[in-house]
């Protein structure tokens, strides 16, 4: 199977179908699959309790943050430091690439490579049928969802048990993730006690109390975790020096199912390498102030191959790790690395970072991005892998306030990469209606912009519209597209007795002052 | 040192006073400031909205219409962001290659950081809130220096503004793609404001004064909204003498 130099490019630079499973877009007739990022956040950002539970933890989660980065004298050095080591494992992608699959089959395990989703579904499905396993556990992954395995196990009769407590819980509830740390975040805990309680645990006996949420959890997972035999993971780093998988989480759940099981499978994007395990220690540092504000998170799972020896909980003796398998994904990242602009997204570690602070997010939430990666992360990423026919949509859900780019701990500049999708998406538009007025009125603003003699024309016409108009289009707007957005919630301005060239030539400057 | 002013088109068309303001006040500071009829846009409209091409083209335009000058002040937070923190990657060469884009400053960093102004003779006896625009905070940089010019000023109440470096919801275009989103925030950083008791709200942006502004008109609340460039123009009127109580040249 050829690795580094697969491409996934199809005729006219479309993206094959087999790659859209991290799309959450819902039914619109003919252009099913592409996200109407608008038409679905209007809908969203009515829903006071989703907005007050994501208000509620990204505020606390924010202000943690925020502390703790405080507390380390060279952030801004060490951010610089990640994305170097970033961009460059990023250029030297192949390189890397071909030392870790060395490193990962010289300590007995295996890696496969996956071109796009559906590849890296089948090599999982096949891997799980070899175990001769009908049930997996699985290790919070984002990846799994980009490629929509668990959808893809079920309908093959293998059963999959989310074991991070917030994916369990949209588990259970049928729910999309809405976060990529905290995927049940739009729901507070009087919903979790229901979900819970309609599920697995009994009627009346979680109270909505966290603690005894949180055991009855554990009590239904451990069961899982002693029984299960195959574990799907994904990966926060690979390591290519040494042939390293590097998982970070808060719960413990993911080294159970990473130490109990004897056939691991981990899946993970291309992007995620890193030269050393020196560079790790950078990361280390980064990933959980930014992601949960903590100093450091509870566990870090390490691991090289296939461990020599596990300890199986029925039998009470060790037993050598039957397998270890890691799928290697690109799925749309060679591509994106292709784009001088849009790879600094690659260096992307899933902090989430980016979504706790974004003002949009924090309104609308992250079903309104209709993909598995919500948030800034997510308008960046997601046009990116799926292509701006689908996704393009999501480059404008952002007032470009620069409040993710100042968090990002890779420093990934997201404004300018939206405003470079933003651009690419406005060479897309010759194919509607709506697209060429728009360009068309832009292009005509260009010109007079762009002329001093037509720049005075319009200006003065500006002055005398509003003058005139003013009163009449606040009333009526919002019938007029496209004023109707504004003038719904706002007036328009009202308009001066001269513009400020007209004043500065007739000189009556101080005739606009106010009194 | 030749001086000129860039107000922005929003300014220049919709908000003059503002504009009228920086002018007279930067005179009674001693400095000679023009304004070159031939600047139109900056084209940050255009660059944010998609249209590169064009937008490089007005960037070059704007470019040239300061090229005389030894420092451009812009009274617009997102322009000056514009000009000097994306000029370069847009028209693909450094900021001295294009004409020297760093020469652009904010009215604040010119007054404090090149005039050295320690104090203002003025009195402005109003309770007053500041909204940090996202462009004065993360674009250029600001940090607290046009609070501090107020604050220079006898009698003005400055009442912080709860969250006020989150963005108030205009974003250009993106107040009519997402109005909805768009009128959210700025609901939210409204309910800040009137929470505060100001009289006045103000900004060292138009753009943002003009979405708040729109909702405060819209909802019938009596507040003030000006640039901090009239609050300090309103404050200094009075002095009969040139404010020359700075150290004078970088």
Redesign the interface.
């Known amino acids: 199977m050829s690795k580094t130099s697969s491409t996934i490019h199809g005729p006219n630079g479309s993206i094959p179908k087999a790659n859209t499973w991290l799309l959450r877009t819902e039914h619109h007739g003919e252009e099913r699959g592409r996200i109407f990022?608008?038409s679905r956040?209007?809908r969203e950002?009515r829903n006071l309790q989703m907005r007050k539970n994501i208000s509620h933890a990204t505020t606390t989660i924010r202000e943690k943050r925020k502390r703790v980065v405080s507390e380390v004298p060279n952030w801004e050095e060490l951010r610089t430091r990640a994305s170097q080591i970033k961009q460059h494992t990023l250029a030297n992608l192949d390189v890397y690439l071909e030392e870790f699959e060395r490193n990962v089959t010289r300590a007995g395990g295996k890696v496969h490579w996956a071109r796009d989703a559906a590849q890296a579904r089948e090599i999982a499905l096949e891997l799980v049928r070899e175990s001769g396993a009908s049930s997996v556990i699985k290790v919070k992954s984002m990846v799994t969802e980009e490629i929509g395995l668990n959808a893809y196990l079920s309908e093959n009769g293998i059963e999959p048990t989310e074991t991070d407590l917030a994916e369990l819980i949209c588990q259970l509830a049928g729910d999309e993730s809405s976060h990529i740390l905290v995927p049940a975040i739009h729901r507070n805990r009087v919903e979790i006690r229901d979900i819970f309680e309609a599920t697995f645990a009994q009627k009346g006996s979680l109270e909505a109390d966290p603690p005894k949420i949180a055991e009855a959890a554990r009590k239904h997972l451990r069961e899982k975790f002693l029984r299960s035999t195959v574990a799907i993971s994904g990966g926060n780093f690979l390591v290519a020096e040494t042939g390293s998988v590097a998982i970070v989480e808060s719960e413990g759940n993911g080294r159970m199912c990473l130490t109990l099981p004897n056939n691991v499978i981990s899946i993970v994007g291309i992007e995620k390498l890193i030269p050393t395990m020196e560079d790790l220690e950078v990361f280390l540092t980064l990933l959980p102030r930014s992601s949960t504000g903590e100093r450091m998170n509870p566990y870090t799972t390490i691991w090289t191959g296939r461990p020599p020896a596990q300890m199986t909980p029925e039998r009470e003796t060790t037993e050598d790790r039957k397998s270890y398998n890691i799928i290697l994904l690109d799925n749309g990242r060679t591509r994106v690395l292709s784009d001088e602009v849009g790879k600094q997204a690659l260096a992307c570690i899933r902090c989430s970072a980016c979504l706790n602070v974004c003002?949009?997010y924090e309104?609308?939430g992250g079903h309104s991005y209709e993909s598995v990666y919500p948030g800034p992360i997510g308008a960046i990423l997601t046009p990116q892998l799926v292509g701006d026919a689908l996704a393009g949509d999501l480059?404008?859900?952002?007032?470009?306030?620069?409040?993710c780019?100042?968090v990002c701990p890779v420093k990934i500049n997201i404004p300018?990469i939206l405003?470079h999708?933003?651009?690419?998406?406005?060479d897309h538009k010759r194919d509607s209606v709506s697209g060429n007025l728009e360009?068309g009125s832009?292009?005509i603003?260009?010109i007079v912009?762009?002329?001093?003699n037509l720049?005075n024309i319009a200006?003065a016409s500006?002055?005398r519209i509003?003058k005139y108009g003013g009163p009449i289009l606040?009333k009526i707007g919002k019938y007029l597209p496209?004023?109707?957005?504004?003038v719904?919630?706002?007036?328009?301005?009202k308009?001066?007795n001269?513009?400020?060239?007209d004043?500065?030539?007739k000189g009556t400057?101080?005739a606009?002052?106010?009194k | 040192m030749k001086v000129a002013i860039f107000p922005s088109c929003i300014v220049d068309t919709i908000f003059p006073e503002a504009g009228a303001a920086a002018i007279r006040l930067l005179e009674r500071l001693g400095v000679d400031v023009d304004f070159p009829l031939e600047q139109t846009c900056c084209g940050q409209m255009h660059l944010n909205t998609g249209y590169e091409t064009r937008a490089r083209k007005l960037a070059a335009k704007h470019l040239s219409s300061f090229s005389q000058y030894d420092w451009v002040i812009g009274i617009s937070t997102s322009c000056t962001t514009t000009v000097r923190e994306f000029y370069p990657q847009l028209l693909g060469a450094t900021s001295a290659e294009v004409g020297g884009s760093g020469k652009f400053l904010e009215l604040s960093e010119f007054l404090l950081d090149v005039l050295g102004v320690t104090e203002l003779e003025g009195t402005f006896a109003k309770k007053v809130t500041f909204h940090t625009s996202c462009h004065s905070l993360r674009g250029i940089h600001l940090g607290d220096r046009p609070q501090r010019l107020l604050s220079m000023l006898e009698g003005i109440e400055l009442i912080p503004l709860p969250k006020s470096d989150s963005c108030c919801g205009f974003g250009g275009t993106f107040s009519i793609k997402n109005s909805a989103i768009s009128t959210v925030m700025m609901e939210e950083k409204l309910a800040n404001v009137y929470w505060t008791g100001a009289e006045v709200l103000t900004a060292a942006d138009s753009s943002c004064l003009m979405n708040l502004s729109g909702g405060i008109q819209a909802a019938k609340k009596q507040l003030t909204v000006m640039h901090y460039a009239e609050i300090l123009e309103i404050a200094t009127r009075q002095s009969q003498k040139k404010l020359l109580n700075h150290s004078g040249g970088r």
Request: net charge positive.
């Open positions: 990022f608008k956040s209007t950002i003002p949009v309104r609308v480059a404008f859900a952002s007032t470009l306030c620069g409040a780019y100042e300018e405003i999708l933003r651009s690419i998406h406005s360009r832009f292009g603003v260009g912009m762009g002329n001093t720049f200006s500006v002055s509003l606040n496209p004023i109707n957005g504004w719904e919630s706002r007036n328009l301005p308009a001066p001269d513009s400020l060239r004043a500065y030539r400057l101080d606009l002052l106010k």
